[in-house]
């Protein structure tokens, strides 16, 4: 029964309803959210992380480091570029989202994405840069982006459906309209900005200014520069993405990229050929000719990284400058990892753990500790659910990651995942990297490739005792138990997840490892 409230009573309502309303007139807006995206960018290569060889110092990245939170262990779902970026906009596993390789795939842009959640929320969106999904986006108010791969100088353009040209360098240029979106947004609602590079994507090439950005210094080799791949199966040894054998001579810049102005040209010539003379006069063989390349690579691999560097720098200047820091949460990430030499290799695609753990750098005033950083097993899978969620966006149902708001804020769930889930398709091309899947704790990684006899295998490694994953212990009587238990694990998440037991023949690309020809 409803009783009439006494007059204390009636008083104290009445305060409590100024009080929200007072509440609600001066609440904070929804944060601004700046997602930075770069496409290969190993965590070796950015100095808040440590790598014993310090091969690059990076100080605007390290900045979100210093005043946020830097993840150790974020892995991706499928160690490859359209993938990562279709896992990301959906917060799904390729399986579920459809783009399960780069080879023949489209991105179907009807389906539920985080940008368009945000969008009928109220925020205003864009997207610039590096795209990669075949299809326009959806879910925008404004986007231009790098048509496929794109290139590094002078590139070609798509903004809204049109074609544009430019004439620069695609770091800068991705920044400069970034920038500009910023600078002409609509003020009165939040945004959404995902300023997402081509660099440092293959075939590395620098902007003109850090042609000489190192002075010519000698990089520290890995220790696994020289693999030979004991210890482990045919998949390690039939891949195609060695330093060695597959890098060639457009990688090494021994010839110039054809989208370069005469002027671009000089200044590119003045740089290399004095340095490949030198190099076609040493008429390098074996061991020499790799470690050659080795340095060429990390010469030019990190000279890109400079530029994205400088990249992260002028956008926090902007949020700076225009008071907008205290309500901006910046995410730096990159689609996946990336081999710089570890085990001969470059590129990606390998559940191991160079290519599987991708950067993650997040600053978010008042809700991340400064410096801090946490070695939860997080994913870029958690990417959509952490954005629709700090926002106040209901999180979808389809959507299989969660949300990172709680250990942004210092408090690591109980119930936090202690395992994840990693597949990988595409095969035979570019890279001849069998199909796998399996499942990554905290210290072991439970492998199954597939593709049938006599390629279908399993491997497991112990990440304690061989942190560089040289040798695989599955058949290893002392490691049973521990392999049953990861093997129940799997077929766990494999349900849970809505894997599918037969892989359709489309997913690989190409034809299947095993089928005959």
């Keep these: 029964m409803f009783m009439t409230p006494r007059p204390t009573e009636r008083r104290l309502l009445l305060l409590l309803t100024a009080l929200t309303s007072a509440h609600a007139a001066f609440a904070k807006p929804p944060p601004n959210i700046v997602f930075i995206f770069s496409d ?67 991105f179907d842009g009807s389906q539920i994405t985080f940008p368009k959640l945000l969008q009928a929320a109220g925020y205003q969106t864009a997207m610039i840069g590096k795209w990669h999904l075949e299809t326009d986006p959806t ?23 049109q074609r544009i040209k430019t004439e620069g360098y695609v770091t800068d240029i991705i920044t400069d309209t970034s920038l500009d979106w910023l600078q002409h947004r609509d003020r009165s609602k939040p945004f959404l900005l995902m300023c997402q590079h081509k660099a440092p994507h ?12 190192d002075g010519d210094r000698r990089y520290d080799e890995p220790a696994t520069l020289f693999d030979d791949y004991a210890g482990r199966g045919a998949a390690e040894h039939n891949q195609d993405m060695t330093i060695r054998d597959t890098m060639n001579a457009k990688d090494c810049k021994l010839t110039p990229p054809p989208q370069l102005t005469p002027a671009q040209l000089a200044e590119w010539n003045a740089y290399y050929e004095p340095r490949n003379a030198k190099f076609r006069e040493a008429n390098l063989q074996g061991a020499d000719l790799v470690r050659w390349k080795y340095q060429r690579y990390l010469h030019d691999y ?54 599987v753990r991708a950067p993650l750098l997040v600053r978010w005033p008042g809700n ?47 119930d936090w995942r202690t395992s994840f889930y990693y597949q990988y398709f595409e095969y035979p091309t570019p890279h001849r990297v069998q199909p796998h899947y399996g499942v990554i704790t905290d210290r072991y990684k439970l492998i199954h490739f597939t593709g049938g006899a006599p390629d279908d295998y399993w491997e497991l490694f112990d990440l ?24 129940k694990e799997l077929t766990r998440l494999r349900t849970e997840l809505n894997v599918p037991n037969e ?6 690309g190409g034809p299947r490892p095993g089928a005959k020809n």
């Design 302 to 355: 990190l000279g890109c990284i400079r530029g994205v560097d400088d990249s992260v720098g002028r956008v926090l200047k902007y949020l700076d400058d225009e008071g907008l820091a205290d309500n901006t949460i910046v995410i730096y990430s990159s689609d996946q990892g990336f081999y710089l030499g570890e085990h001969g290799w470059f590129d990606k695609r390998w559940i191991f753990e160079e290519s």
């Design 464 to 487: 304690q005792s061989d942190p560089h994953e040289l040798r695989s212990v599955s058949d290893e009587p002392a490691y049973r138990t521990r392999r049953a238990t990861l093997e």
């Design 368 to 414: 991340v500790a400064p410096g801090s950083t946490s070695r939860a097993l997080v994913s870029n899978l958690d990417f959509a659910e952490t954005f629709l969620d700090i926002a106040g966006v209901p999180i979808p149902v389809r959507m299989q990651g969660r949300s990172l708001a709680p250990i942004l804020r210092g408090a690591t769930p109980a």
């Design 503 to 508: 892989i359709p023949p489309d997913w690989y």
């Design 202 to 213: 293959r075939e590395w090439e620098p902007a003109l200014r850090y042609l000489n950005h």
């Design 40 to 106: 290969d960018h190993a965590y070796q290569a950015i100095s808040a992380y440590g790598d014993p060889r310090q091969l690059i110092e990076t100080p605007n990245i390290d900045r979100l480091a210093r005043e946020g939170m830097r993840f150790d262990r974020c892995l991706v779902t499928n160690s490859i570029c359209g993938p990562c970026r279709a896992t990301v906009l959906t917060g799904t596993y390729n399986h579920v989202n459809g783009f399960v390789n780069n080879s023949n795939r489209r």
């Design 139 to 161: 879910g925008f108010d404004f986007w231009q982006i790098l048509p496929g791969q794109g290139v590094y100088y002078n590139p070609p353009m798509i903004r809204l459906g």
